[in-house]
């Protein structure tokens, strides 16, 4: 296995994919994840973490819709939920940069 950080960098910034085509934002990483996973060190765990918060991101886009009904409680979620996608994955392509472990707020833990 080598160590290869910018492939790291690059997966976590694969997620913001989704600000250029309207999609894509889990099946990018999850491709570079699978097919490296085996290859560069560490991409194991950083896949897990990338593919656990976009999995968690559709699950509560999926609770938000129901919301917008409730006071308009689901738009506030979406909005939330917009500047966590694109916050998140800059912060911890920086940590993968240099060298520590991702960390996701409100990520479930789906993938172990």
């Given at each position: 296995m080598k160590e290869d950080r910018?492939?790291?960098?690059?997966?976590?910034?694969?997620?913001?994919?989704?600000l250029i085509t309207?999609?894509?934002?889990?099946?990018?990483p999850l491709i570079l994840w699978v097919t490296q996973k085996e290859r560069v060190?560490?991409?194991?765990?950083?896949?897990?973490?990338?593919?656990?918060?976009?999995?968690?991101l559709i699950i509560y886009a999926i609770v938000c819709i129901p919301l917008i009904l409730l006071f308009g409680l689901g738009i506030l979620?979406?909005?939330?939920?917009?500047?966590i996608?694109?916050?998140?994955?800059?912060?911890?392509?920086?940590?993968?940069?240099?060298?520590?472990?991702?960390?996701y707020p409100l990520s479930l833990n789906l993938i172990s």
């Open positions: 910018q492939l790291l960098v690059i997966t976590h910034l694969s997620q913001l994919v989704t309207g999609f894509g934002s889990l099946i990018v060190y560490q991409m194991d765990s950083h896949g897990k973490s990338i593919i656990n918060f976009q999995l968690s979620g979406f909005i939330v939920l917009g500047v996608a694109v916050i998140f994955p800059i912060i911890n392509a920086i940590k993968a940069n240099n060298g520590e472990a991702p960390s």
